[in-house]
């Protein structure tokens, strides 16, 4: 099922693609980079699902093809600390646990706006998103983030826990306003889904997140 997911989907941001590159002739062409800073609200599904959202950072820049009409394309380099909270069963009495999952997140999305311009274009966006993960730490009840070697002799490292590649899905809504010659202020709403499993072993675990963003575009070019 999850496969069947991925493959529509990328069909159809290639869909879009060959669409948008059809309609761009005769029509101006820009690039837009900016920086972008939020927060994460992520947790892990299937055989986690009863595990609760943490908070964490989300920042980095992004670069944005875009035709002067309704079409754009957008790709993003961020660090994303996604991960989950739950509760441990431990002996004498349970324990409050948040896993932090550090990755370097590279969502590629189509975009399109409800209006062809103005000072305020809504959009929406879809496409897959790429994590490389950097680094994994644990913090039990109240007490700092360790890392996984410092509290379990049996671990190296956090990745003999955890898969160092996660494939997702990303959709959302975005808001550019504009705040000056070839300058918006941009919000964006996004929600990621996790394909793969992020846990090495016999369970299935994904990441869920929402993640908030704004940002700045500048124009750089015809």
């Known amino acids: 099922m999850k496969k069947q997911f991925l493959k529509f989907s990328v069909l159809s941001l290639f869909a879009m693609i060959l669409s948008a590159g059809a309609h761009a002739q005769g029509s101006d062409r820009v690039w837009s980079i900016g920086p972008e800073m939020g927060v994460n609200f992520s947790k892990w599904g299937n055989d986690a699902d009863d595990s609760d959202y943490k908070a964490g950072l989300v920042a980095g820049g992004f670069v944005t093809y875009s035709i002067r009409d309704t079409y754009g394309f957008t790709a993003k380099v961020l660090f994303s600390q996604k991960g989950a909270a739950y509760t441990m069963a431990a002996p004498g009495e349970d324990v409050d646990v948040k896993t932090q999952l550090n990755y370097i997140e590279i969502p590629i999305t189509a975009r399109l706006f409800f209006n062809r311009e103005g000072t ?15 680094g994994a730490k644990v913090k039990v009840e109240d007490g700092d983030y360790e890392n996984y070697e410092d509290i379990d002799d049996n671990i190296d490292s956090y990745k003999d826990v955890y898969n160092t590649f996660d494939l997702g899905l990303a959709a959302g809504l ?49």
């Not at 305020?120 to 950097?134: H, Q």
């Not at 010659?181 to 499993?197: P, V």
């Not at 990441?207 to 704004?214: I, L, P, R, W, Y």
């Open 120 to 134: 305020v274009r809504p959009n929406v966006f879809f496409g897959p998103s790429f994590g490389f993960l950097t």
């Open 174 to 222: 975005g808001l550019n306003i504009r705040v000056g010659e070839e300058m918006y202020f941009i919000i964006d709403a996004r929600y990621t889904y996790g394909l793969t499993d992020i846990a090495k072993g016999n369970s299935s675990v994904n990441n869920q997140a929402v993640a908030v963003s704004a940002g700045l575009s500048f124009g750089i070019g015809n």
